[in-house]
């Protein structure tokens, strides 16, 4: 895709701080990270989002995501490591090329995340595991 901002970062065309590159997928720091070492993983190949990156390619970017994880951890001496894909605009995507972002984690640095504190009605967890199981 010629007007894709990933696309171009992944073939030399818009410069970046290149992580880690195979023949499947490039990694490069976020240019504006969470936290320092926030480095995102993309599929050279050009794929929207989640539902349309073919299963090897996820499966390798798991595979670089943890090999990743490890090193982000080590090397800057992070307490955890959280990891976060956003597929569509409602989710936060923002640039529709396939990213996964490996974030490192500090005590105490901010970063929120959901308090899940809606729960479910009676009988709605049960009914909702029917809906996704339907759509299987």
Known sequence: M????FCKIATGEIPCTKVYEDDTVFAFLDIHPVNIGHT????????????????ATLAHIMVVAKKLSIAVK?????DGINIEMNNEPDAGQVIFHSHLHV????KGDGF?????????????????????????
């Not at 929120?112 to 759509?135: F, L, M």
């Open 2 to 5: 010629t007007d894709c901002l």
């Open 40 to 55: 995102l993983i993309i599929p050279k190949a050009h794929h929207v989002n989640l539902y349309e990156t073919d299963d």
């Open 74 to 78: 080590s090397a800057l001496n992070a």
């Open 103 to 106: 974030i490192p984690r500090f």
């Open 112 to 136: 929120t995340h959901w308090h899940g504190a809606r729960g479910y009605n009676e009988g709605e967890a049960h009914d909702v595991a029917q809906k996704i199981q339907g759509s299987l």
